[in-house]
């Protein structure tokens, strides 16, 4: 409240001195607004004024006449108001926006401290003496040392107004005094007596003030409801006075049943005050009008306490379950205590003329509700279902035990009831029914399971990238029967690879590796679910399941987590060595029939431990220490060209050898003590190794119709030429492959072969050998035996057929091959498309931010290939018109990600050459998780590429954004005397602009 000490009519005079310079580069603008307006005039008084509060001029304590007829869409009562900001400006006309209920005082200043109501107490009996500029000052004083918006502006004002005006000072005080002894700040509601009798009183009815006296006086009525009346009265309505003294009433009991009783006063005086509020530029005011009745209400109604009067007992039933969880398949006990309420009548047991006490029968009943707690309720919830009852009968008070077999999974809650009706001849005796709510933490226990899982490998011996799978039951524990909606969650690790196989120990080795994970849910005992897996590497694999109580979707009906062994053989697979390579050639095709064969054998793909491995208990066999070698008589005239791999029915063992199943190279025959010799002339000759398998490495032939292997021996006849060829069977684009020939018989001099490569074709469409993209040197051939096309490369995947010719020396055909037959072909095999995907967020993933996804289309060599670095350049791998689906998935905070319905996706044609892509922006308007899952597909609409759902590179949890601390603001002051502003100063290169303001005086 700041003011000049000069007087002034209702009118303004606004006087306005203004020089600006303003450059005409400068973007300034300066606008100033300086109001002047009265504050006072005779019909609220003036005050009292004090110095050295303002800047400049003195501080009028004293009220303030009303310029704002509506405030915030309500007319604003016509009366006093008073400052709250001391050094701010004056409200002028409409600059009060706001109308509310003051209820708390903030009491800046201890000696003149008082509540809301003794300051509206003062202001109703004080404020209409205009003429009594003390007491206006001294209401003023109080108002700011109690509900200024500013505590040290308050605290500045009282101590000026101590200093400079002590009978101000004094006359606030006398006004404090005042208040404090006669102003209502409580209503007491009163006490009752008798709780439970027959009689009683109901004490401290009144007023009390700030010191604890008693306020006469003040107009009050007390009502009765229920069974009882007043002794002065003889009816349930009392109406009177508040006295020097709390007032006192008795009364008495008409029935049995529940009492309660309201006081109302009536309120001449506020208790509250009403705060018109500014825009902070100018003060805020207090008024005594725009009393709001709903928070300020011309009549108190104090509720009283309810209480009872009786003339019979009331019993009293509890119990306490013996267990907070119980095993599913066991039994649920509950203790059950009967006592005589306390606090009702004499709050003992009634009694017979016998002396013996009032039989009570009651009933408990045992209930099953389900997966998940109830609600404390006071009837038995709907889809409650009944275990069983136990009925007992109490002859005073004590307690009985209950019991029950459970068998599902969930809560079972207890509840007992002693019906006042089925209490037969004694029923008068008892008040009312003896219960308690439903679904009480003491009456409550938890059925839990203790599921175990056992597994079983489908397949014991694999291959790598054969699918197999593990076979997991789940087993409840005895006695316990499968609930309706249980899941049981279980989780497996796949182990591996080992070279051999592990133990079993109840843990898994510290750093094993893992080739896999997944996740069952069962939903019925007993049940075997399959979860299948497949590797691209050999080695031991073991899989090792649990059930966490902790993943569980009610963890609590868990008892503790299980966890099967590491390494039991039955869920244990070998992924064996699925070939090995082979690579072998005899000596000499022509064998004298007279001489000895010989062969050199190199062998790969056996683990480094081959042969070492002794086998594990009874269940993994031993490795086998040797491979044979044999020697098969393939007979005379052979058709070559339609054998297969396979040793045909009718080739006969001419010689068999062993060598160890090891890596390396062997040479066969060399041994003096065990030749190969004995051959039958004309007949042709065949090495092939083999390896019969075990637990570690799968079964091994090398090929019938290796032309590499074969030998031929001599009749006594010339052989016709001829010429068998073995091609290259399976390459990746880019690599070099060629074919090898085998020329047979009795070679003419001067002969020689020429080697052609056509396509690449499609495998699907017939071969054509028309036009070759490689064709070889002319490569002499002096005898029989093998020769080599040379290498060549193709960059595009399909079908390459090679056709050989071997020609005279004159360039006639002696002998040429077929296009496209099997052993004259070779596979070229396209890499694998392979999609990486990583999620991506800013804003420190809070919402309001984007997220998005990254997509790295790549490629992969494709199964039976080594996986070694990725060329620079391959060929692109996707299909033209190639598509990517990215979908974005929600789940609120707490929930799982569960992938069903996208809340917005974004589609991709992939571009033959370019690896990365970037999804569109998706802004985050909720807490939660989002995860993207990427699904490509061929233009056909067969799927490429599926991600997986909650992929941990593709899951973003977002939070909400934290509020920062709210910043200081500059404190604003001003008076009524003199206001400066500068509201903008613009400068920009030379220019300046510059604002000033004479001061305003009220006139």
């Known amino acids: 409240m700041s003011h000049t000490s000069v007087e002034h009519p209702r009118g303004m005079h606004r006087k306005w001195s203004l020089v600006a310079l303003v450059s005409v580069i400068a973007l300034g603008f300066v606008g100033l607004v300086m109001p002047s307006w009265a504050s006072w005039d005779s019909s609220v008084g003036k005050g009292v004024e004090i110095s050295g509060v303002n800047a400049s001029g003195k501080l009028r304590l004293g009220p303030h006449i009303n310029q704002t007829p509506v405030a915030g869409g309500v007319a604003v009562d016509n009366g006093p108001q008073w400052c709250i900001d001391g050094k701010k400006p004056d409200p002028g006309a409409n600059d009060l926006i706001s109308v509310s209920t003051l209820t708390e005082s903030a009491k800046h200043v201890a000696e003149l401290a008082l509540e809301t109501p003794q300051m509206a107490y003062l202001l109703a009996k004080y404020q209409g003496h205009t003429s009594d500029d003390l007491t206006l000052g001294a209401l003023a004083l109080l108002v700011h040392a109690n509900f200024e918006n500013t505590a040290s502006v308050a605290i500045e004002i009282a101590e000026a107004a101590r200093a400079q005006n002590p009978a101000l000072w004094n006359r606030a005080l006398e006004l404090v005094d005042e208040a404090r002894n006669s102003a209502a700040i409580d209503y007491e509601s009163g006490a009752v007596e008798g709780d439970g009798q027959r009689t009683g009183k109901i004490r401290n009815l009144g007023t009390p003030n700030a010191n604890g006296a008693w306020i006469p006086g003040i107009p009050m009525t007390v009502i009765l409801n229920g069974p009882a009346v007043f002794d002065a009265t003889g009816t349930n309505t009392w109406s009177g006075t508040t006295q020097s003294a709390p007032v006192e009433l008795t009364w008495s009991s008409t029935g049995n049943g529940a009492v309660t009783f309201q006081v109302t006063y009536a309120q001449e005086v506020r208790r509250t005050l009403t705060k018109l509020g500014s825009n902070g530029r100018v003060q805020d005011m207090i008024s005594y009008g725009n009393r709001d009745l709903r928070s300020d209400p011309e009549e108190i109604v104090q509720p009283g306490n309810t209480w009872r009067v009786i003339y019979d007992f009331q019993p009293v039933v509890s119990s306490q379950v013996q267990a907070q969880f119980v095993a599913a398949g066991g039994t649920f006990r509950d203790e059950i205590m009967m006592r005589a309420d306390p606090n009702y009548g004499s709050g003992d047991w009634l009694t017979l003329d016998d002396g013996s006490f009032v039989p009570v029968s009651s009933v408990t009943s045992l209930y099953y509700v389900g997966l998940d707690p109830v609600s404390v309720s006071d009837a038995v919830p709907v889809g409650a279902v009944l275990v069983g009852e136990v009925p007992l009968t109490f002859a005073g008070p004590g307690s009985q035990q209950v019991s029950f077999p459970v068998t599902r999974p969930g809560y079972y809650v207890a509840k007992t009831l002693a019906a006042k009706d089925a209490q037969g001849e004694y029923a008068e005796y008892v008040h009312g029914d003896a219960s308690y709510q439903f679904g009480l933490e003491n009456e409550m226990s938890i059925a839990q399971i203790k599921p175990t899982i056992t597994t079983v490998a489908s397949d014991k011996l694999v291959l790598p990238g054969q699918q197999t799978s593990d076979k997991v039951t789940v087993h409840l524990n005895e006695g316990a029967s499968w609930a309706d909606g249980l899941t049981v969650k279980a989780h497996g690790t796949l182990y591996g690879p080992f070279d051999v196989p592990q133990p079993q120990s109840d843990t898994a080795p510290e750093g094993a590796p893992v080739a896999a994970?997944?996740?069952?849910?069962?939903?019925?005992?007993?049940?075997?679910?399959?979860?299948?897996?497949?590797?691209?590497?050999?080695?031991?694999?073991?899989?090792?399941?649990?059930?966490?109580?902790?993943?569980?979707?009610?963890?609590?009906?868990?008892?503790?987590?299980?966890?099967?062994?590491?390494?039991?053989?039955?869920?244990?697979?070998?992924?064996?060595?699925?070939?090995?390579?082979?690579?072998?050639?005899?000596?000499?095709?022509?064998?004298?029939?007279?001489?000895?064969?010989?062969?050199?054998?190199?062998?790969?793909?056996?683990?480094?431990?081959?042969?070492?491995?002794?086998?594990?208990?009874?269940?993994?066999?031993?490795?086998?220490?040797?491979?044979?070698?044999?020697?098969?008589?393939?007979?005379?005239?052979?058709?070559?060209?339609?054998?297969?791999?396979?040793?045909?029915?009718?080739?006969?063992?001419?010689?068999?050898?062993?060598?160890?199943?090891?890596?390396?190279?062997?040479?066969?025959?060399?041994?003096?003590?065990?030749?190969?010799?004995?051959?039958?002339?004309?007949?042709?000759?065949?090495?092939?190794?083999?390896?019969?398998?075990?637990?570690?490495?799968?079964?091994?032939?090398?090929?019938?119709?290796?032309?590499?292997?074969?030998?031929?021996?001599?009749?006594?006849?010339?052989?016709?030429?001829?010429?068998?060829?073995?091609?290259?069977?399976?390459?990746?684009?880019?690599?070099?492959?060629?074919?090898?020939?085998?020329?047979?018989?009795?070679?003419?001099?001067?002969?020689?072969?020429?080697?052609?490569?056509?396509?690449?074709?499609?495998?699907?469409?017939?071969?054509?050998?028309?036009?070759?993209?490689?064709?070889?040197?002319?490569?002499?051939?002096?005898?029989?035996?093998?020769?080599?096309?040379?290498?060549?490369?193709?960059?595009?995947?399909?079908?390459?057929?090679?056709?050989?010719?071997?020609?005279?020396?004159?360039?006639?055909?002696?002998?040429?091959?077929?296009?496209?037959?099997?052993?004259?072909?070779?596979?070229?095999?396209?890499?694998?498309?392979?999609?990486?995907?990583?999620?991506?967020?800013?804003?420190?993933?809070?919402?309001?931010?984007?997220?998005?996804?990254?997509?790295?289309?790549?490629?992969?060599?494709?199964?039976?290939?080594?996986?070694?670095?990725?060329?620079?350049?391959?060929?692109?791998?996707?299909?033209?018109?190639?598509?990517?689906?990215?979908?974005?998935?929600?789940?609120?905070?707490?929930?799982?990600?569960?992938?069903?319905?996208?809340?917005?996706?974004?589609?991709?044609?992939?571009?033959?050459?370019?690896?990365?892509?970037?999804?569109?922006?998706?802004?985050?308007?909720?807490?939660?998780?989002?995860?993207?899952?990427?699904?490509?597909?061929?233009?056909?609409?067969?799927?490429?590429?599926?991600?997986?759902?909650?992929?941990?590179?593709?899951?973003?949890?977002?939070?909400?954004?934290?509020?920062?601390?709210?910043?200081?603001?500059?404190?604003?002051?001003?008076?009524?005397?003199?206001?400066?502003?500068?509201?903008?100063?613009?400068?920009?290169?030379?220019?300046?602009?510059?604002?000033?303001?004479?001061?305003?005086?009220?006139?």
């Open 517 to 1003: 994970t997944a996740d069952l849910t069962f939903t019925a005992d007993g049940q075997t679910l399959e979860a299948p897996w497949m590797v691209p590497d050999y080695g031991f694999y073991t899989w090792v399941w649990d059930i966490r109580a902790v993943n569980q979707d009610h963890p609590e009906l868990f008892d503790g987590d299980f966890v099967d062994d590491f390494m039991i053989t039955v869920e244990t697979a070998s992924v064996r060595v699925p070939s090995l390579g082979h690579y072998s050639q005899s000596r000499e095709y022509n064998v004298d029939p007279d001489g000895r064969a010989f062969d050199t054998i190199t062998i790969s793909g056996y683990m480094d431990s081959h042969t070492d491995f002794e086998g594990l208990g009874g269940y993994w066999a031993p490795d086998i220490d040797e491979a044979t070698v044999s020697v098969y008589d393939a007979g005379v005239g052979r058709d070559w060209k339609n054998t297969g791999v396979e040793v045909p029915s009718d080739a006969v063992v001419h010689w068999q050898g062993s060598v160890p199943a090891v890596n390396g190279r062997f040479e066969i025959g060399y041994e003096d003590a065990d030749p190969i010799t004995g051959f039958t002339p004309g007949h042709d000759y065949v090495f092939v190794y083999h390896f019969p398998g075990d637990d570690r490495v799968a079964p091994y032939t090398s090929a019938f119709n290796d032309i590499r292997e074969r030998f031929h021996v001599p009749g006594d006849t010339p052989d016709k030429p001829g010429v068998l060829t073995q091609a290259t069977k399976r390459v990746l684009v880019g690599q070099d492959f060629s074919d090898t020939a085998l020329v047979t018989g009795d070679v003419p001099g001067g002969a020689y072969l020429v080697f052609e490569a056509f396509g690449p074709q499609d495998k699907d469409t017939s071969p054509v050998c028309t036009d070759p993209f490689f064709t070889s040197e002319k490569i002499a051939v002096e005898r029989a035996g093998y020769y080599e096309s040379g290498v060549t490369h193709v960059e595009t995947p399909g079908q390459v057929y090679w056709v050989e010719t071997l020609y005279d020396k004159d360039g006639n055909v002696i002998s040429s091959g077929e296009c496209g037959i099997p052993s004259e072909t070779t596979e070229v095999v396209s890499y694998e498309p392979q999609i990486h995907t990583q999620a991506h967020a800013d804003n420190n993933n809070q919402v309001g931010g984007s997220i998005w996804d990254v997509l790295t289309a790549s490629w992969k060599k494709p199964t039976g290939f080594a996986d070694t670095a990725d060329p620079a350049v391959t060929p692109w791998p996707y299909p033209a018109g190639a598509v990517t689906t990215v979908g974005l998935y929600y789940a609120a905070p707490g929930q799982t990600l569960t992938c069903e319905k996208a809340i917005w996706s974004d589609t991709i044609t992939l571009i033959e050459g370019q690896s990365e892509y970037e999804t569109g922006r998706y802004t985050v308007d909720k807490a939660g998780t989002y995860g993207f899952v990427e699904t490509t597909r061929h233009p056909n609409g067969t799927i490429i590429s599926q991600g997986k759902c909650a992929d941990p590179q593709e899951t973003v949890s977002v939070g909400n954004p934290v509020t920062p601390p709210p910043t200081g603001k500059l404190a604003y002051t001003g008076n009524s005397s003199w206001l400066l502003i500068l509201a903008c100063l613009g400068l920009t290169g030379s220019g300046l602009a510059l604002l000033a303001m004479k001061r305003l005086h009220n006139s």
